[in-house]
């Protein structure tokens, strides 16, 4: 997101997102994918690429929240030697990756957010697990949005606006909210994947 508040001065900084893994328990049906071995070839991709840090921006898991599965999944990031970030998506259990990942610090009334800065670059992680942004999480968001006078950059696991999928227009859509909070004119770049694109949508908003 870019605030209009402030002089941007944006830290170049090589990110990498991978999301919906999607990891069963051994012996779960995936529906035919491998979907362990898809995510080692990713990782092995992504680890070709040499990126600053990596983001794991939720639905970690095949259908619930699975401590082995998580703990599968950390053992390969550890193994990386990447640094990443995890947030939860509705197919997670946020509790379980704080106690996994070492987050516990994060939790809040059983909800996984928080802010990081990495080269004086500031990073909001949020969680809808449960489909939406709870009061808690809200009332923070908007303290830390109440004196930005920098770029920020915020990852959430569902769309924030509208992406011409109608499964998850009908039900997710936050931008009115998370652009109220700003009070301002804001230009908000979304990068979404559906299931089979990608799409990179510029949208312009006045609240």
């Known amino acids: 997101m870019n605030s209009e508040r402030g002089t941007v001065n944006f830290q170049t900084m090589k990110l ?21 071995q898809n995510f080692l070839d990713v990782l092995e991709a992504v680890k070709a690429e040499n990126p600053d840090r990596i983001v ?15 703990e599968w999944i950390k053992g ?19 509790a379980q990756i704080a106690e996994c990942f070492g987050l516990n610090e994060f939790l809040t009334d059983g909800q996984l957010f928080f802010k990081k800065k990495y080269d004086n670059q500031t990073f909001l992680f949020l969680d809808t697990t449960d489909y939406t942004l709870p009061e808690t999480q809200l009332i923070w968001l908007e303290k830390e949005l109440k004196n930005l006078n920098e770029e920020l950059i915020i990852f959430i696991h569902h769309p ?21 909070l700003f ?24 609240v």
């Open 56 to 70: 794991i921006s939720g639905d970690l898991c095949l259908h619930d929240g699975e401590p082995e599965v998580y």
């Open 183 to 206: 009070k301002v004119t804001q230009t908000l770049k979304v990068n979404y994947t559906d299931q089979f694109i990608c799409r990179s949508l510029k949208v312009n908003y006045k």
């Open 16 to 36: 990498i997102q991978i999301t919906d893994l999607h990891v069963g328990k051994i012996g779960d049906d995936s529906y035919g994918v491998n979907v362990r």
């Open 160 to 180: 924030p606006v509208k992406s011409g999928v109608p499964f998850m227009d009908n039900k997710y859509f936050f931008i009115e909210l998370l652009c109220s």
């Open 76 to 94: 390969h990031l550890d193994k990386s030697g990447l640094p990443f970030d995890i947030i939860s998506g509705n197919h997670d259990n946020a």
